[in-house]
């Protein structure tokens, strides 16, 4: 008697059965793996958490800046260490809460006088994202659209406080079409009230418009399988920051990132390719590590 494999010897209902399980399968980690993908050093994107779950961010960032105006008494380098402690909680399939809050460390250089070190807690972000728009082409395809409204909240510690409560509004989109991700955001934040000498962007008594730009490129896998343990991506991304006293910087972000269905691994590093600064110190450049946990 001639053997035949069991797949043959199945009756046609139970395969049909398999194939439809296994597509869901690759459906599933398809949509759990892309649709949470965020550039590492945008705002924020067009999607969340799903209700009821928790996102933890953590990220270091090493950041050299140099204050060219002033005196030389003000004028000279600076280093500064920060981890951004991020959380994205999922209220409703549509409403994510999130807060930032940095911790940092500042070692400043004059061109003349002392050597200064200052670390404290910065001014904490928080803000609500309520998705308006979603069309999924496929279970991997999607465009989404969320409007975002918060505020910073003073922390009072010293020199890394602006001493006030500024709102914020703005918009974010994430669209992902097959192994191709694109990322946006705008966020115009209202000051009340700053630094002033600020240093970094922000910190200054001017509004804010925040923008940023981000195409993904999945590099691995080719296609989605149901055992596929994540995906890796190539990241190039564009942040900038304009300020009503003038001052505008436009960072180029090239970096790498992988991404599983509960956790992230990022690097990436950011130089400057346009700015117009008087106000404030220049971004020489910043190298970014961060870590991403879902709950």
């Known amino acids: 008697m001639r053997s035949q494999p069991l797949w043959h010897e199945a009756p046609t ?25 965020q550039p590492t050093n945008a705002f924020a994107s067009g999607t969340g958490p799903s209700p009821g779950q928790v996102t933890l961010m953590e990220q270091f960032r090493y950041t050299r800046m140099t204050l060219r105006d002033g005196t030389p008494a003000q004028r000279g380098r600076i280093r500064e260490f920060s981890l951004e402690n991020m959380v994205h ?47 999924d082409f496929s279970p991997l395809n999607t465009l989404r659209v969320s409007a975002l409204a918060g505020g910073q909240v003073r922390t009072g510690d010293g020199p890394f406080t602006g001493d006030s409560y500024n709102p914020l509004i703005g918009l974010a989109f994430t669209a992902i079409v097959d192994r191709h991700g694109f990322n946006g955001d705008c966020v115009w934040t209202f000051t009340t009230d700053g630094l002033a000498q600020p240093l970094r962007a922000g910190e200054s008594t001017a509004d804010a418009l925040r923008y940023d730009l981000a195409y993904l490129y999945r590099l691995y896998p ?6 596929t343990p994540g995906a890796l991506y190539a990241v190039c991304e564009l942040n900038g920051v304009y300020e009503t006293n003038g001052d505008n910087e436009l960072l180029i972000a090239p970096g790498i990132m992988w991404e599983a269905a509960t956790w992230a691994l990022e690097v990436s590093a950011q130089a400057p390719i346009w700015r117009g ?10 190298i970014v590590i961060g870590l991403r946990l879902t709950f």
């Open 89 to 135: 909680v999922g209220l409703l399939p549509e409403l994510t809460l999130a807060a930032v809050t940095p911790l940092s460390y500042r070692d400043r250089r004059f061109e003349r006088g002392p050597r200064e070190e200052d670390a404290g807690v910065g001014d904490a972000t928080i803000f609500a994202s309520y998705r308006f728009l979603r069309h």
């Open 222 to 227: 080719v296609e989605y399988a149901a055992d």
């Open 13 to 37: 209902w139970a395969r049909s059965r398999v194939s439809a399980l296994a597509g869901l399968a690759v459906a599933l980690v398809a949509t759990n793996v892309a649709s949470a993908q």
């Open 277 to 286: 600064i008087s106000n404030r110190a220049e971004t020489d450049y910043s």
